[in-house]
């Protein structure tokens, strides 16, 4: 293995790392602003990658053009999902935990259905993308040009969410519900609208990276289940709750991916996230970069 | 410019405000005096939209406050310092200042009323940076006056402002509560500590389990014979 190869596959690596850290974002955000996990995550994922294949057949619109209108798209679908199941998922008298569980695993299970009844099981993919087959060398490496635009793409969705977060009133709002939801009433905010547009929110960065991944992935009923594994992973090891975790998360999850994958056979190239993960677990189960 | 009428709250069976009748005027200091578990919180709380009560109305100004969510009647001009202060620990303190001007965010004198906070507390601008978690109890209690002053009330409402606080501090914020009277507010403050309380204040209320038991001018409840032998120990 020469130095060349292991750089390649090194660089391959981190740019899946940041659509990872993308991927995983949105679940991060909602479980830090209210202690909710998203079970149908990966089913966003999968309903965002449709939107962008329909975008793309129906309307000739390539993915990239598309990725606002898809992000569009799933912020009101995210709070939807939260004005209309989960809000009352969380009125639950006793075992609100379960409840909440029950209601968005319940809601990935539909979500699959509906995709097997509405788009069929059938593997879908978008021919040909502006971006579709160009390679970008640089340094004597080769990276495909998608999924550099998709490296590209993460990083400025997440400078956009820092300086959001961390400059506007509305960030302040989102910190201070996450601190004491109960509170923010005293202040004059009503938690309700924090969260439903945390919801939104989390759910557009999710239908950006699935815009961004419809360009080069097939696209079917069942293809959120593995990314939303890897995305539960990233999260845990950026820390629960911690939105530039998710950032870190990704690329060390991307990273570890791509090594493995020089020392094993491809069927077992996530051996090593998963390590990776008991390790941490074990000896930082607060994640790498969880504050608690 | 507040009536409370007979209000009652419950938990589970249990009644915490039994028919409790209250009014605030326009700017009066009105202490409400109890011992611990007589239902003070849990008055407050209702008023605040914070809990709902069982039966009774709040009427803000002429206003039906019933159904009106806690956060609107925030914005409308009642602000509430609970007991536990409720501020936003990880986040500073000129954050949690600022958070209380958040309903004015659009406005450019949203923060107007820190030149009132600072010279009131002044120990607050030194501490800007520091997490709200960090400061002393007496401070927390400063900074949860400062955020709710923020909100630019029109009666201000504090439930025990000198508990786990030291004596120092104490004398401080009682201080400082009759200073934002004189700045034309209006104030309903609940306390263990009937003393302090009445001598700020111009009426009170007496609750024992979730009952008035009495009520009128502070001088007149500090003269009667049953409250100097059974909270002023004379
Ligand atoms: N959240 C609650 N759940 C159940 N009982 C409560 C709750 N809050 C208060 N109580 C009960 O209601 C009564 C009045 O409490 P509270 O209003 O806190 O009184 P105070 O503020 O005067 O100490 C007490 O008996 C208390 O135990
Ligand atoms: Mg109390």
Request: charged content about 15%; aromatic content about 10%.
């Given at each position: 293995?020469?130095?060349?190869?292991?750089?390649?596959?090194?660089?391959?690596?981190?740019?899946?790392?940041?659509?990872?850290?993308?991927?995983?974002?949105?679940?991060?955000?909602?479980?830090?602003?209210?202690?909710?996990?998203?079970?149908?995550?990966?089913?966003f994922l999968?309903?965002?990658?449709?939107v962008?294949?329909?975008?793309?057949?129906?309307?000739?619109?390539?993915p990239?053009l598309?990725?606002?209108?898809?992000?569009a798209?799933?912020?009101?679908?995210g709070?939807?999902v939260y004005?209309?199941i989960v809000r009352f998922?969380m009125?639950?008298?006793?075992?609100?935990?379960m409840?909440?569980i029950?209601?968005?695993?319940?809601?990935?299970?539909?979500?699959?259905?509906?995709?097997?009844?509405?788009?069929?099981?059938?593997?879908?993919?978008?021919?040909?993308?502006?971006?579709?087959?160009?390679?970008?060398?640089?340094?004597?490496?080769y990276?495909?040009?998608p999924?550099?635009?998709?490296?590209?793409?993460?990083?400025?969705a997440?400078?956009?969410?820092?300086v959001?977060?961390?400059?506007?009133?509305?960030?302040?709002?989102?910190?201070?519900?996450?601190?004491?939801?109960?509170?923010?009433?005293l202040?004059?905010?009503?938690?309700?609208?924090?969260f439903?547009l945390?919801?939104?929110?989390?759910?557009?960065?999710?239908?950006?990276?699935?815009?961004?991944?419809?360009?080069?992935?097939?696209?079917?009923p069942?293809v959120g289940a593995?990314?939303?594994?890897?995305?539960?992973v990233?999260?845990?090891l950026?820390?629960?709750?911690?939105v530039?975790g998710?950032?870190?998360?990704?690329?060390?999850?991307?990273?570890?991916?791509?090594m493995?994958a020089?020392?094993?056979?491809?069927s077992?190239?996530s051996?090593?996230?998963?390590?990776?993960?008991l390790?941490?677990?074990?000896?930082?189960?607060?994640?790498?970069?969880?504050?608690? | 410019?507040?009536e409370?009428?007979?209000?009652?709250?419950?938990?589970?069976?249990?009644i915490?405000?039994?028919?409790?009748?209250i009014?605030?005027?326009?700017?009066e200091?009105?202490?409400?005096?109890?011992?611990?578990?007589?239902?003070?919180?849990?008055?407050?709380k209702?008023?605040?939209?914070?809990?709902?009560?069982?039966?009774?109305?709040?009427?803000?100004?002429?206003?039906?406050?019933a159904?009106?969510?806690?956060?609107?009647?925030?914005?409308r001009?009642?602000?509430?310092v609970p007991e536990?202060?409720?501020?936003?620990?990880?986040?500073?303190?000129?954050?949690n200042?600022?958070?209380?001007?958040?309903?004015?965010?659009?406005?450019?004198?949203?923060?107007?009323?820190?030149?009132?906070?600072?010279q009131?507390?002044?120990?607050?601008?030194?501490?800007?940076?520091?997490?709200?978690?960090?400061?002393?109890?007496?401070?927390?209690?400063?900074?949860?006056?400062?955020?709710?002053?923020?909100?630019?009330?029109?009666?201000?409402?504090l439930?025990?402002?000198?508990?786990?606080i030291?004596p120092?501090?104490?004398?401080?914020?009682?201080q400082?509560?009759t200073?934002?009277?004189?700045?034309?507010?209006?104030?309903?403050?609940?306390?263990?500590r009937?003393?302090?309380?009445?001598?700020?204040?111009d009426r009170?209320?007496v609750l024992?389990?979730?009952?008035v038991?009495?009520?009128?001018p502070?001088?007149?409840?500090?003269?009667?014979?049953?409250?100097?032998?059974a909270?002023?120990?004379?």
């Open positions: 293995m020469t130095a060349a190869i292991v750089i390649q596959s090194l660089a391959s690596g981190l740019l899946m790392g940041l659509l990872y850290g993308l991927i995983a974002v949105g679940l991060a955000l909602i479980f830090g602003l209210m202690d909710v996990t998203n079970f149908a995550h990966g089913e999968m309903f965002a990658m449709y962008t294949f329909f975008c793309f057949s129906f309307f000739a619109i390539d990239l598309a990725s606002p209108i898809v992000a798209a799933l912020f009101v679908f709070a939807v004005l209309g998922a009125r639950a008298r006793t075992n609100v935990g409840v909440q029950f209601a968005t695993f319940g809601l990935a299970i539909v979500m699959r259905g509906l995709a097997q009844l509405l788009f069929t099981p059938d593997y879908r993919s978008i021919p040909h993308t502006w971006l579709g087959g160009k390679t970008v060398s640089m340094f004597g490496i990276l495909p040009a999924q550099l635009a998709g490296g590209a793409v993460s990083i400025l997440f400078a956009v969410l820092y959001l977060i961390k400059k506007t009133d509305f960030g302040k709002a989102l910190e201070a519900t996450r601190e004491d939801a109960g509170a923010v009433a202040v004059g905010i009503d938690k309700n609208k924090v439903a945390g919801w939104g929110l989390g759910s557009a960065l999710v239908g950006l990276a699935g815009a961004i991944m419809a360009s080069f992935f097939y696209i079917y069942d593995s990314f939303a594994l890897i995305a539960y990233t999260v845990a950026g820390g629960f709750g911690s530039f998710a950032f870190a998360g990704g690329i060390v999850v991307g990273l570890v991916e791509a493995t020089m020392v094993l056979p491809p077992l190239k051996v090593g996230i998963y390590a990776v993960y390790l941490v677990v074990f000896f930082r189960p607060r994640g790498l970069f969880g504050s608690i | 410019m507040l409370a009428t007979d209000i009652t709250v419950t938990y589970a069976g249990l915490a405000v039994a028919g409790v009748s009014e605030v005027k326009a700017g200091i009105v202490c409400v005096a109890g011992a611990n578990g007589a239902g003070k919180s849990s008055l407050l209702a008023i605040a939209g914070m809990e709902k009560a069982k039966s009774g109305t709040v009427r803000f100004n002429g206003e039906d406050l159904g009106v969510p806690a956060h609107l009647i925030t914005a001009g009642i602000a509430y536990n202060r409720r501020l936003f620990p990880r986040l500073s303190v000129r954050d200042l600022r958070l209380g001007s958040y309903i004015y965010r659009a406005k450019e004198d949203r923060e107007a009323p820190l030149d009132m906070v600072f009131l507390f002044p120990r607050l601008a030194e501490r800007l940076d520091q997490r709200a978690n960090t400061l002393s109890g007496g401070e927390q209690q400063m900074l949860a006056i400062g955020r709710a002053l923020m909100t630019r009330p029109r009666l201000l409402m439930d025990e402002p000198s508990q786990g030291m120092k501090l104490v004398d401080e914020i009682f400082a509560v200073t934002i009277r004189d700045t034309g507010m209006t104030i309903l403050i609940v306390e263990q009937l003393t302090e309380c009445l001598e700020i204040s009170a209320y024992q389990t979730g009952r038991t009495m009520s009128g502070a001088e007149e409840i500090r003269a009667n014979p049953d409250v100097r032998r909270y002023l120990g004379l």
